[in-house]
């Protein structure tokens, strides 16, 4: 019952998105059947936030090799070349990999949004936080802008990310979506440009992506996920 609670209220934000696990079996099979992937020789990567209700309630976890952590806060690579670099080399011989990716945000049965009910709490909290928390710092000043520290890298290089989408962020209906929406074309653009930069290192053919939202639920309930892309890369071609 309350499943279909929520499914409503996510494809009132998220008209397309599906449950992590349908998902899950979606993507492996299109994997599988258009573009001949073994399934059993796949290493995935993350670029998730790493807030601890991504921990992972999708079926890649439980059948691919991995994962090869790259995210930070807000889900951005900040593993960088390096870190691509690293997964390229742990591929298996004659394999895959896929890549998964992108920010998360929180409903609640109220239909709040950038808000969840984390496990064993009363009271609904933040989700994505570190979005949130720049949210509220954009709204707070118009002019703001983050100054980079070594203790608070990962929060403040996310937030200057989102610098050219503020008043895009600022203008919008909702924008708790809207700067998640952002998030997930910073990622996108980072992991591409990754994997331009370092596509020499790669002795397979093929490296999927797919990328999107998760939607955080309540606790004990499949999360959602909100596709915004899948593509299988021709490595070779990247390469030359």
Sequence with gaps: MLQRKFDK???????????????SIRFMGRMQDEYKIDISKV????????????????????????????????????????GMTAFAHHIPDDGAALIFYGPHIGVTLEGDVGRMYRPRQEQPGNSCGALMLALSR???????????????????RLEASLLPYKEEILEARNQEVAITEATFKVIDEQIHKYLKSTAKEFKVNKVALLGGIIINTDYGLDDYFAVRTFEVMDMKALAS
């Excluded at 936030?49 to 090869?68: E, H, Q, R």
């Design 43 to 82: 290493l995935m990567a993350t670029s998730l936030c790493s807030d601890d209700i991504n921990a992972p309630s999708t079926t890649f976890f439980n059948v691919l090799f991995g994962p090869f952590i790259m995210g930070g806060l807000g889900g951005l690579p900040f593993a960088g070349k390096t």
């Design 9 to 23: 209220i996510v494809r009132d934000y998220f008209p397309n998105a599906l449950d992590t696990k349908d998902t």
């Design 138 to 156: 954009f709204r707070e000043n118009p002019d703001y802008e983050p100054v980079i520290t070594e203790d608070d890298y990962q929060q403040k």
